[in-house]
T-cell receptor, first 113, second 112 residues
Framework: GQQLNQSPQSMFIQEGEDVSMNCTSS?????WLWYKQDPGEGPVLLIA?????ELTSNGRLTAQFGITRKDSFLNISASIPSDVGIYFC?????????????FGKGTMLLVSP | NAGVTQTPKFQVLKTGQSMTLQCAQD?????MYWYRQDPGMGLRLIYY???????DKGEVPNGYNVSRLNKREFSLRLESAAPSQTSVYFC???????????FGNGTRLTVT
């Protein structure tokens, strides 16, 4: 099956710092999604990307759909304590017969006040 | 608007017991999914239902069965629970492809 490599696995940063995380794949995806999971809850969609090269922002979050269609990046600017959680990337390939999302293993973000 | 509702929130089973996890969505979505989440493993698809009346296996279907009861409801059954099925189970729904999935808040299952 398809696999996504998400890095880093975890990050421990100071409040106010910027954060970057990424996902890479050996396969091409047509859609990239970024989710955040707060402790004890289900993942919530942050940003959806549908076009290679697309750069989309949602408040302090910015995500990009890599031009090769094999990677995506998520940046968080000026982190705050409520940014704590697990961030997942997910890719969708509607061309190969796979009809479901492939998830990365997540990046755990901890923010120190 | 509740979104995706899962019951129960917590469950403890003994090895060999059976149970059904319930999921309902009120967004009129066609597709529904069951995932399990284990530490360091991310989210793994167990079963999905692309539309009412259809179900398909995902990445880790062994030991599970599903029923798409109607457009709103999609249940996951463990016929004979095993300790390896200790996990957090998430139900999700989507309108179609390409999807963002909308997740419930999970069922935390422990099998002893």
């Amino acid at each position: 099956g398809q696999q996504l490599n998400q890095s880093p696995q975890s990050m421990f940063i100071q409040e106010g710092e910027d954060v970057s995380m990424n996902c890479t794949s050996s396969s091409i995806f047509n859609t990239w999604l970024w989710y955040k999971q707060d402790p004890g809850e289900g993942p919530v969609l942050l940003i959806a990307l549908y076009k290679a090269g697309e750069l989309t922002s949602n408040g302090r979050l910015t995500a990009q759909f890599g031009i090769t269609r094999k990677d995506s990046f998520l940046n968080i600017s000026a982190s705050i304590p409520s940014d704590v959680g697990i961030y997942f990337c997910a890719g969708f390939d509607g061309d190969s017969g796979y009809s479901t999302l492939t998830f990365g293993k997540g990046t755990m973000l901890l923010v120190s006040p | 608007n509740a979104g995706v509702t899962q019951t129960p929130k917590f469950q403890v089973l003994k090895t060999g017991q059976s149970m059904t996890l319930q999921c309902a969505q009120d967004m009129n979505h066609n597709s529904m999914y069951w995932y399990r989440q284990d530490p360091g493993m991310g989210l793994r698809l167990i079963y999905y239902s692309a539309s009412e009346g259809t179900t398909d296996k995902g990445e880790v279907p062994n030991g599970y069965n599903v029923s798409r009861l109607n457009k709103r409801e999609f249940s996951l059954r463990l016929e004979s629970a095993a300790p390896s099925q200790t996990s957090v189970y998430f139900c999700a729904s989507s309108e179609g492809k390409p999807m963002p999935l909308h997740f419930g808040n999970g069922t935390r299952l422990t099998v002893t």
